[in-house]
């Protein structure tokens, strides 16, 4: 499994642009790119091909002029972490398989099952924890995890 920058700093931004927006619900306020940037610490350029993506895909849209930037589309607690990775990357998948199997003769590998189910079950978390979730903490760490 393998989730590469783009998905990790689409993430990050649309946490972001969630926060702003969500602190300035009343009057719908536009977040700059820029300014997401420059938190974050990600290039604006790979922000803006980040964000072309995902405006293409519903997720974002864009305002024009002063005081322009991005909104998301729907709120924070309807906008799931697996739909902004499946925007910006392609799907999260564990085997090597592109077609029919993973072998040189096209047969499965021993151990096809076992990534493909994994694959499974992190998409089916990323599904279901929305940017809602992320920017207000609910993700508690495990003890044993610390």
Known sequence: MRLSTKGRYAVMA??????????AEAGER????????ARQQISL???EQLFARLRRRGLVKSLRGPGGGYLLVRTSAETTIAEIVMAVDEPLRATRCKGKGCMLKGERC??????????????????????????????ARHPEAA
């Open 14 to 23: 649309m946490a972001d642009l969630a926060r702003r927006q969500d602190a």
């Open 30 to 37: 536009a977040v700059s790119l820029a300014d997401i940037a």
């Open 45 to 47: 350029s790979y922000l």
């Open 110 to 139: 021993l151990t096809h099952d076992l990534w493909e189910e994994m694959g499974r079950q992190i998409h089916g978390y990323l599904a279901s924890v929305s940017l809602a979730d992320v920017v207000g903490g609910k993700l």
